[in-house]
């Protein structure tokens, strides 16, 4: 059976490494070392030729003493070859050496333009953000200067204001104070009112007439009551009435009853004079018309001569009295003849 991986362990994770900025750029960096590669195998290279010269002397040597072989021979040959094949790879090393040196001198000026660059945006910086400061402060500067210039500016337009807004307003205080001047002088020459409700004004007609008394005032009575006055009032119902009127109904009851509305009720100074003159109808009846319908009741004998009829009492608070009015006329006789009708 497969052995089953133990879980991973959860943790912090370590941070990641910043890569640390060198001073030499990337490109230069790289051409250094590649010229430090060339020049190492260029010394190699150098050290392989010294030793094929070396063994190339020591081979005509040996092929120029007496003792010298056909190998001899040929081992200077094979010498010489090899001095020959290693002087070659030198010269390509040298020339890559060369290449090498160029391709770093050449990433040497392109670093040097970059940082020339770079130096001028540096200074392009600095030099923005030193005219951002002065800015600023030129700005506040400005903005005192300014600030005091409005503010004396506006202050004198204020002042101006403020003077003519008094002047309006001390008008207005002295017109008003007119206004009340002429009111205290006003009050002053009234006397000091009294306090309490003041008494009622009386009509030039009314200043000879008792005063008045507090309370409710007594009834009114007219000129033709003021007879009546004498006798006490009693309680309950009143006795039928037998006035002056009922003892000329007496003498009209002679006359025949006329059909259809009476006739329209007549002052009590009239009635005297009507009952006269059917008094005198009644003394000629041979005289008088026969009229249709039933005739009228008799009259009685003795017909009591009565105080006049009181008026009738009226409800609720009477009015103020007044001065001196006509009489209330008398009830009509065709009224009472109407009611003594309706009671028979």
Do not use: C, H
Not at 106 to 131: G, M, Q, W
């Amino acid at each position: 059976m497969a052995k089953t991986k133990a879980p991973a362990k959860r943790g912090r994770k370590p941070a990641a490494k910043k890569p640390v900025e060198s001073a030499v750029p990337a490109a230069v960096a790289k051409a250094t070392n590649a010229v430090e590669k060339a020049v190492a195998a260029q010394s190699k290279q150098k050290e392989r030729v010294t030793a094929a010269e070396t063994k190339l002397k020591q081979a005509k040597v040996k092929a120029a003493g007496p003792k010298a072989t056909a190998a001899t021979k040929r081992s200077v040959a094979t010498a010489t070859k090899a001095v020959k094949t290693q002087k070659e790879k030198l010269s390509e090393l040298t020339q890559k050496v060369a290449e090498a040196k160029k391709d770093l001198k050449i990433a040497e000026l392109k670093a040097r333009i970059e940082a020339t660059a770079a130096k001028a945006e540096e200074t392009v910086k600095s030099y923005a953000k030193t005219l951002a400061d002065k800015a600023e402060a030129d700005l506040e500067k400005a903005l005192t200067k300014f600030a005091t210039q409005w503010r004396s500016k506006r202050d004198k337009q204020d002042a101006r204001k403020v003077k003519a807004r008094t002047t309006a307003e001390n008008k207005k205080v002295s017109a008003a104070s007119k206004k009340v001047e002429s009111s205290i002088k006003s009050l002053e020459a009234k006397p000091a009112a009294k306090r309490g409700r003041p008494a009622k004004a009386s009509a030039p007609a009314k200043a000879s007439t008792a005063p008045k008394k507090r309370g409710r005032p007594a009834k009114a009575t007219t000129a033709a009551k003021a007879s009546t006055t004498a006798a006490p009032k009693k309680r309950g119902r009143p006795a039928k009435a037998t006035t002056a009127t009922k003892a000329t109904k007496a003498a009209t009851t002679a006359a025949p009853k006329k059909r259809g509305r009476p006739a329209k009720a007549t002052t009590a100074k009239a009635a005297p004079k009507k009952a006269a003159a059917k008094k005198t109808a009644a003394a000629k009846p041979s005289a008088a018309p026969k009229k249709r319908g039933r005739p009228a009741k008799a009259a009685t004998t003795a017909a009591k001569p009565a105080a006049p009829k009181a008026a009738p009492k009226k409800r609720g608070r009477p009015p103020k009295a007044a001065a001196a009015k006509p009489a209330a006329p008398a009830p009509a006789p065709a009224a009472e003849e109407k009611k003594d009708s309706s009671e028979s």
